[in-house]
């Protein structure tokens, strides 16, 4: 429905100047897969299931081509261990820009880097979140819709660092003290896909 807003509107906004806002903020939904971790006291992996989420980003422009940007996503997954699944909170927050590599008539790519912090929530009793630091870098284009509003549609890849013995969701106190997951290998991998609609002002 959005690819066919963008055809009808196309003869409107192709010729038109549009103004110059320096603020937009976008409202994403998407679909994120990837991830494993090692169980801990075990040779089996733990995989997070792919799965819909939604992400929120507000950038400032610093002009025609480039603006710095806040970011966070949200998944709300399952991690599948042992043949059990359990609840996972997956939250990427994160800062960087956005870089346009060329400008088209109706089509405007672009580049993003972010650094950060990925928080992941277990939905286990006692279980302790942890947050990591955290990469972004993605690709994408806008497309515009009207005069305030544009289409953004992207990709993105998520790299979070773990130490090879990381210990992660690790309870204290009682039988269940001990850490349910490690760090797989050194980095925490997902990829992102995203479309939204970016308002300007």
């Keep these: 429905m959005l690819l066919a807003q963008v055809t009808a509107f196309g003869e409107d906004t192709g010729d038109v100047e549009r103004p110059s806002a320096p603020f937009e903020a976008v409202a994403f939904g998407a679909y994120r897969g990837g991830g494993t971790f090692d169980i801990e006291g075990s040779e089996e992996n733990a995989d997070v299931a792919e799965h819909v989420s939604l992400a929120l980003a507000f950038d400032y422009k610093v002009d025609e081509q480039s603006a710095y940007q806040l970011f966070f996503s949200r998944q709300s997954t399952k991690v599948t261990a042992g043949g059990e699944q359990t609840g996972l909170l997956v939250k990427y927050f994160m800062v960087g820009g956005t870089l346009g590599i060329e400008d088209m008539s109706r089509v405007h790519p672009y580049v993003a880097g972010l650094v950060g912090l990925a928080r992941f929530s277990l939905d286990e009793p006692g279980a302790r979140d942890d947050s990591r ?69």
């Design 133 to 201: 630091f955290a990469i972004s870098v993605g690709v994408g284009m806008r497309m515009p819709l009207r005069e305030q509003f544009d289409l953004r549609v992207e990709g993105r890849g998520y790299v979070t660092f773990l130490d090879s013995d990381s210990s992660l969701f690790c309870q204290s106190g009682g039988a269940q003290s001990g850490c349910l997951l490690r760090g797989n290998g050194s980095t925490f991998v997902q990829f992102e896909l995203l479309a939204g609609l970016a308002w300007s002002f």
